[in-house]
């Protein structure tokens, strides 16, 4: 199985302050057409899961461009340029190249300080 | 855009099985390339992919389940079930009904439905 790795695993940011979390993957997520299927999700107290990223760096419809995901391979980035309010909760990265099993991280909780 | 909408029992016992539906309703025809997974999370712990069922039908589950589920699909009405046999209270949690692409998997969830196994 593809072990994800996030980290920090809790993060504490001042309101307009940049954030970041990295996910490293156990093995790369390039898949044979070139493409690495790492997914970026934010789940708010109580809420479901949202899509944030898909395929590494592509924003989902109606995501605010604060949020840029970047990486390939076995290391990728979550950016946040500037933390808002919405922003808490945790964020978890998922991998969807190698399966069975899909993977996700561990989870990163931003909160604000 | 698809919604999906978890249905079935809140408690059930143990070494019994369950069974919940997902429920899909679209704005728009649904191509036919999409997974369709069930996830799930323990209270207060992370997410655990549980199976998937591809609109082909062909099935994928996670190995650490041992064989107790079983993912269906319903062309007739666009709905997707769950069933988790044997059940324990280390079964206990959320879970969500998701689809995405074949690509990347995941997309939209459903709400969750919380799923107690206690006598």
């Known amino acids: 199985d593809v072990v994800m790795t996030q980290s920090p695993l809790s993060l504490p940011v001042t309101l307009g302050q940049p954030a970041s979390i990295s996910c490293r993957s156990s093995q790369s997520l390039v898949y044979s057409d070139g493409i690495s299927y790492l997914s970026w999700f934010h789940q708010r107290p109580g809420q479901s899961p949202r899509r944030l990223i898909h395929?590494?760096?592509n924003r989902d419809s109606g995501v605010p461009d604060r949020f840029s995901g970047s990486g390939s391979g076995t290391y990728f980035t979550l950016k946040i340029s500037r933390v808002e309010a919405e922003d808490v909760g945790i964020y978890y990265c998922m991998q969807g190249t190698h399966w069975p099993p899909i993977t996700f991280g561990q989870g990163t909780r931003l909160e604000i300080k | 855009q698809v919604q999906l909408q978890e249905s079935g029992p809140r408690l059930v016992k143990p070494s019994q099985t369950l069974s919940l539906t997902c429920t899909v309703s679209?704005?728009?025809?649904?191509?036919?390339?999409?997974?369709w997974s069930w996830v799930r999370q323990p209270p207060g712990r992370g997410l655990e992919w549980i199976g998937h069922i591809h609109e082909s039908g062909r099935t994928s589950y996670n190995s650490s389940l041992e064989g107790r589920v079983t993912v269906s699909f319903d062309a007739s009405t666009n709905d997707f079930s769950l069933i988790l046999t044997s059940l324990t209270a280390a079964d206990t949690g959320v879970y969500y009904c998701?689809?995405?692409?074949?690509?990347?998997?995941?997309?939209?969830w459903g709400q969750g439905t919380l799923v107690t196994v206690s006598s």
């Open positions: 679209s704005d728009s025809f649904i191509s036919g390339d999409y997974c």
């Open positions: 998701a689809t995405g692409d074949s690509g990347s998997k995941i997309g939209s």
């Open positions: 395929k590494a760096s």
